[in-house]
C-alpha cells in the first residue's frame, strides 16, 4: 500500500504563490506517473499537472500554463507543484495521485490513478 500526504496548501491572497509537497511512503514506491487534481467544493475533481516519474516532459491543464510547475525529487520520494499568480478560482482541495501503470495517454482522468493522498487545502483571497 502507497501512502501519500500532501502539505503546503494555505491561505493567500490573489497573486501570490505556494509550493505543493507530496511525500510517498509504504512499499516500494516505483510508480509511472504522479499526477495533481483539485477539487473545489461541489465541483468534481479537476486535473492540474502530470509528470512521468522516470523524468521527461511534464504536462498541465491549460489554465495554469505559464504558471504552475510539477517537479519530483526521486530520492525523496516526493512530488511538487509550484504555484504562482493564483487565482480566487483556484480555491480547492489540492490532491496528489500516484498511477501504477503505463498508458498510452489519459493521465488527465482520474480513473488512470490507483493511490490518493487525502488533499491540502489553498484558499485563494480576492
Known sequence: QVRLVESGGGLVQAGASLRLSCAASG?????????WFRQAPGKEREYVAHIYW?????????SVKGRFTISRDRARNTVYLQMNSLKPEETA??????????????YYSPNKYDDWGQGTQVTVSS
Do not use: K
Request: net charge positive.
Open 27 to 35: 512499499r516500494t514506491f516505483s510508480p509511472s506517473v504522479m499526477g
Open 54 to 62: 522516470s523524468g521527461g516532459p511534464t504536462y498541465y491543464t491549460d
Open 93 to 106: 482541495v489540492y490532491l496528489c495521485a500516484a498511477a501504477s501503470r503505463y498508458y498510452s495517454s489519459g
